[in-house]
């Protein structure tokens, strides 16, 4: 007799007969699962379930989560990263002197001999500068060499056991590269803040009066008092000293910095002479703009007033009216383009200047001289 026969046919089935059944029915289930899911999903279910096919993510621990390049970058170059205050002396009416902060910003240590690199005009003007360490200590400095043209200075003070950066080479930045951004916005109360960002473009050219800057873009966030203080990559090397931040209304993250590899040989000259060695042509001119140029049917280029009693120029036999149009072949359009070229160069260095005279193009030899210094 099998497990659903009953002896008589009002007799209800065993509570085995149940059981029987429902493990029946589930086997029976399961296999019809397996046998119709390929109908509805495409194929065989593990195979095409992007979730279940994923590689197991093994668990990240909570130090790993924390950890960050950041943090390394700024406990490895924040000590090396000083305040800078530029203290003027002021008569009141009664003719006293005292000393009164003008301004501040920020400086790196690139020297354990007590060198620091800051901006020239962090410092310009100063009576008397005082650098305020990692530890808070406050020491007096020395203004070893400033150079406007560069917008760079170096200090130096007296110290002991000093923190040095590492300065990289920033010919190889890349655009997109994390970058950090290290310095004392608004003061000393904020000393060493931390900003984080990317290279936004390298070689950004920006002119500023009559200097034409070639400059490090960045978004990490560059402000008052961050000027003089460090552009860090990834490997904790400074490869640019924040100097500048676009201020237009409705344009945020775009600050500069200039290159260490370009900063780095007027660093030294700087140490070693006080000064910048800076090629001399011997004139003073104006520039002939492009409206000039069609109005009164001249070329575009610096037009010679007048010329330094033999000077270079003078020996090469520049005259006065004559203008200038290139150096070398390259155009020369305003005193921008022409410093550009002329920083290419050194004192006694020979070049040739093109010049229009009335209409005439003549190539003159000249030999720079150097710059002379106030």
């Not at 007799?1 to 029987?20: A, H, I, N, W």
């Not at 993250?253 to 090629?279: D, H, N, Q, T």
């Not at 921008?336 to 004192?347: C, D, F, Q, Y």
Request: hydrophobic letters at 40%; proline letters at 5%.
């Amino acid at each position: 007799m099998s497990y659903f026969d009953t002896e008589e046919y009002g007799r209800k089935p065993s509570k085995v007969g149940y059981f029987l059944v429902a493990i029946i029915g589930a086997i029976i289930g399961g296999l019809l699962s397996l046998y119709l899911a390929p109908v509805f999903y495409g194929g065989n279910l593990m195979d095409n379930n992007p979730i279940l096919n994923q590689p197991q993510t093994p668990q990240i621990s909570n130090t790993e989560v924390d950890f960050s390049p950041v943090v390394a970058i700024a406990e490895q170059v924040g000590p090396t990263v000083v305040g800078v205050s530029n203290r003027g002396r002021v008569s009141d009416f009664f003719g006293r002197t005292t000393v009164t902060e003008r301004g501040s910003g920020s400086g790196v240590i690139i020297d354990s001999r007590g060198y620091i690199v800051t901006n020239f005009h962090v410092i310009d003007g100063a009576s008397e500068i005082i650098v305020t360490l990692a530890d808070g200590e406050k020491v007096e400095a020395k203004l070893v060499g400033a150079d406007q043209q560069t917008d760079l200075a170096v200090l130096k003070i007296e110290a002991d056991n000093l923190p040095v950066a590492v300065l990289g080479d920033s010919t190889k930045l890349r655009t997109g590269e994390l970058v950090v951004a290290i310095g004392n916005p608004l003061g000393i109360e904020f000393a060493r803040s931390v900003t984080m960002g990317v290279v936004s473009a390298t070689e950004r050219k920006l002119t500023i009066g009559d200097q034409q800057f070639n400059l490090i873009q960045t978004d990490a966030a560059i402000n008052p008092g961050n000027s003089g203080g460090a552009l860090v990559n990834s490997r904790g090397e400074v490869i640019g000293i924040n100097s500048a931040k676009l201020v237009i209304e409705g344009v945020e993250g775009m600050g500069f910095a200039i290159p260490i590899s370009e900063a780095r040989p007027i660093i030294e000259e700087l140490i070693e002479k006080g000064y910048v060695s800076r090629p001399f042509l011997g004139i003073t001119g104006s520039v002939i703009d492009e409206y000039s140029a069609r109005r009164w049917q001249i070329p575009q280029g610096i037009l010679v007033r007048s010329i330094v009693p033999r000077g270079p120029a003078h020996k090469a036999g520049i005259q006065e009216m004559d203008i200038i149009v290139a150096v070398d072949g390259e155009e020369v359009k305003d005193f921008a383009e022409l410093t550009a070229i002329l920083n290419k160069h050194k004192p006694g260095d020979k070049v040739t200047v093109t010049v229009d005279r009335e209409g005439k193009k003549l190539d003159l030899p000249l030999v720079l001289g150097e710059m002379p210094r106030e």
